[in-house]
Protein backbone atom coordinates (compact mmCIF):
# COMPACT_ATOMS: atom_id res chain seq x y z
CA UNK A 1 0.00 0.00 0.00
CA UNK A 2 1.26 3.54 -1.05
CA UNK A 3 2.00 5.96 1.91
CA UNK A 4 -0.66 6.69 4.37
CA UNK A 5 0.75 9.44 5.67
CA UNK A 6 -0.12 11.57 3.03
CA UNK A 7 -3.71 10.80 4.21
CA UNK A 8 -4.65 13.58 6.30
CA UNK A 9 -6.56 16.99 6.73
CA UNK A 10 -7.51 17.81 3.29
CA UNK A 11 -5.48 15.65 1.57
CA UNK A 12 -8.03 12.98 2.61
CA UNK A 13 -10.72 14.95 2.02
CA UNK A 14 -10.17 15.56 -1.86
CA UNK A 15 -9.81 11.82 -1.60
CA UNK A 16 -13.24 11.12 -0.29
CA UNK A 17 -14.77 13.26 -2.48
CA UNK A 18 -13.12 11.89 -5.43
CA UNK A 19 -14.20 8.66 -4.23
CA UNK A 20 -18.14 9.33 -3.57
CA UNK A 21 -18.15 10.42 -7.62
CA UNK A 22 -15.61 7.78 -8.84
CA UNK A 23 -17.36 5.77 -11.93
CA UNK A 24 -17.03 1.77 -12.47
CA UNK A 25 -13.36 2.23 -13.79
CA UNK A 26 -12.23 4.31 -10.95
CA UNK A 27 -12.47 7.31 -12.97
CA UNK A 28 -13.47 10.80 -11.72
CA UNK A 29 -14.10 13.41 -14.30
CA UNK A 30 -13.58 17.11 -12.51
CA UNK A 31 -10.89 20.04 -13.13
CA UNK A 32 -9.35 20.89 -9.92
CA UNK A 33 -11.36 24.82 -10.04
CA UNK A 34 -14.77 22.35 -10.02
CA UNK A 35 -13.58 20.04 -6.95
CA UNK A 36 -11.76 23.46 -5.13
CA UNK A 37 -15.58 25.13 -5.59
CA UNK A 38 -17.30 21.83 -4.30
CA UNK A 39 -14.99 21.13 -0.91
CA UNK A 40 -14.36 24.91 -0.06
CA UNK A 41 -10.45 25.08 -1.04
CA UNK A 42 -8.54 27.23 -3.48
CA UNK A 43 -7.42 25.90 -7.16
CA UNK A 44 -3.57 25.96 -6.10
CA UNK A 45 -3.88 24.19 -2.77
CA UNK A 46 -6.22 21.50 -4.97
CA UNK A 47 -3.59 21.19 -7.14
CA UNK A 48 -0.48 20.69 -4.56
CA UNK A 49 -2.62 18.06 -3.00
CA UNK A 50 -3.11 16.27 -6.27
CA UNK A 51 0.37 16.40 -6.74
CA UNK A 52 0.96 14.69 -3.28
CA UNK A 53 -1.49 12.11 -4.40
CA UNK A 54 -0.27 11.21 -7.34
CA UNK A 55 3.79 11.29 -5.57
CA UNK A 56 2.02 8.75 -3.01
CA UNK A 57 0.57 6.25 -5.76
CA UNK A 58 -3.19 7.18 -5.07
CA UNK A 59 -3.91 9.07 -8.40
CA UNK A 60 -3.38 9.10 -11.82
CA UNK A 61 -3.78 11.76 -14.12
CA UNK A 62 -5.12 11.13 -17.70
CA UNK A 63 -2.30 13.43 -19.40
CA UNK A 64 -4.62 13.10 -22.96
CA UNK A 65 -7.72 14.65 -21.22
CA UNK A 66 -8.09 17.40 -19.11
CA UNK A 67 -9.81 17.33 -15.63
CA UNK A 68 -9.79 12.87 -16.00
CA UNK A 69 -8.18 11.30 -12.85
CA UNK A 70 -8.31 7.80 -11.96
CA UNK A 71 -7.95 6.62 -8.17
CA UNK A 72 -5.65 3.96 -7.52
CA UNK A 73 -6.42 0.33 -5.79
CA UNK A 74 -4.41 1.65 -2.87
CA UNK A 75 -6.91 4.63 -2.68
CA UNK A 76 -9.81 2.08 -2.99
CA UNK A 77 -8.36 0.73 -0.17
CA UNK A 78 -7.70 3.22 2.13
CA UNK A 79 -11.02 4.90 1.55
CA UNK A 80 -12.72 1.14 1.80
CA UNK A 81 -10.91 0.61 5.25
CA UNK A 82 -11.86 3.99 6.13
CA UNK A 83 -15.26 3.64 5.74
CA UNK A 84 -15.25 0.03 7.59
CA UNK A 85 -13.86 1.50 10.88
CA UNK A 86 -16.39 4.69 10.73
Known amino acids: MANSDILINDNF ?4 WMYDRKDNDNLVKVT ?3 LAENIGLSR ?3 N ?3 SKLKDAGYL ?3 DKRVGHYYLTDDALKVIETFRKLK
Do not use: A, Y
Request: hydrophobic share 55%.
Open 44 to 46: PTV
Open 32 to 34: QLE
Open 13 to 16: KVLL
Open 60 to 62: IHN
Open 48 to 50: IIF
